[in-house]
């Protein structure tokens, strides 16, 4: 307790206190590198010495990818909230509240359309700060929706994937949306569009099962863990010691499971490159 607090009235008290982000300096995970937030942002999220990623929220991806940051935000049709009436230690329909408090958007998936380069593009991101990413009924709708603008507007569909896998508390109807978004993809394909997928940490389950590993190119973001089932629970299955790195970008990249590792900064050219080099042949096939 200061002055302030003790004798300053509090209408007074709200003029005289400055609103300061609670952490100015960001410590990297991977090296212990103490980083000034406003420096990390502008990197986009990227520590500039170690080179780790760090998560990003959905918005802040989309105004770096689209063109001069605009872009518009897709509506999502409504679903159940709560199919099971779902409850652990709380209930599912109050988890929900909090993580939309917590992150501003309605679930684990943003849909947008825009410019990349000059190129029409539809994107979804996903974001493991809603309930670990995870896939459930509006997740698995947002990404079906984004197919189907795409397709109709005869655009690429790019996703940013990371997730815990399926979600939990939908059970069953978490799980038929493995197969939604697999036919949603293979609609995609047949309309001739490019699917590009941009792996980033973590990607895992039943995300890694289905749309995650259907892209016509496959990008990673450096060091992020991309699998299905988790390494030791493989290593306690196979009974065996796992190669180091295993699940890792880079060594999904050099056994031929992904494309490439590109760095968050250099992603926006490569993506857009891409973009031109697939429509191109696609369009003419069609």
């Not at 079906?144 to 939908?170: C, D, N, Y």
Request: glycine share 8%; proline share 6%.
């Amino acid at each position: 307790m200061n002055w302030i607090s003790n004798v300053v009235p509090p209408k007074i008290r709200s003029f005289l206190r400055r609103d300061t982000p609670e952490n100015l300096w960001v410590k990297c995970p991977e090296s212990g590198e103490l980083v000034f937030h406003k420096d990390l942002e502008a990197n986009l999220m990227v520590v500039p010495g170690s080179g780790y990623h760090m998560p990003i929220a959905p918005r802040a991806r989309l105004a770096s990818l689209l063109d001069d940051g605009v872009y518009e935000e897709l509506a999502i049709p409504e679903t159940p909230s709560d199919p099971l009436r779902f409850r652990d230690v709380k209930r599912y329909s109050d988890r929900l509240k909090e993580n939309r408090a917590k992150t501003g958007a309605a679930d684990a998936v943003t849909v947008a359309f825009g410019k990349l380069e000059g190129q029409d593009v539809a994107v979804a991101i996903q974001d493991f700060a809603f309930q670990g990413g995870t896939l459930g009924l509006a997740a698995g709708e947002a990404i079906v929706s984004g197919v189907a603008t795409a397709i109709e507007r005869r655009t690429p569909f790019l996703i940013f994937t990371t997730s815990g896998g399926a979600r939990m508390q939908e059970g069953m109807f978490a799980l038929t949306q493995m197969v939604r978004t697999t036919v949603a993809v293979q609609r995609l394909r047949a309309a001739k569009l490019p699917y590009i997928v941009i792996l980033t940490n973590p990607t895992t389950g039943g995300v890694t099962a289905s749309y995650a590993m259907l892209g016509d190119v496959h990008i990673a973001e450096p060091g992020a863990v991309i699998g299905f089932a988790g390494a030791r629970v493989i290593e306690q299955t196979i009974r065996e010691r796992l190669p180091d790195g295993f699940q890792r970008a880079e060594y999904l990249r050099d056994h031929g499971m992904i494309d490439m590792v590109v760095p968050r900064p250099q992603q926006r050219q490569t993506i857009a490159r891409l973009c031109r080099l697939l429509a191109r042949p696609m369009a003419e096939a069609a």
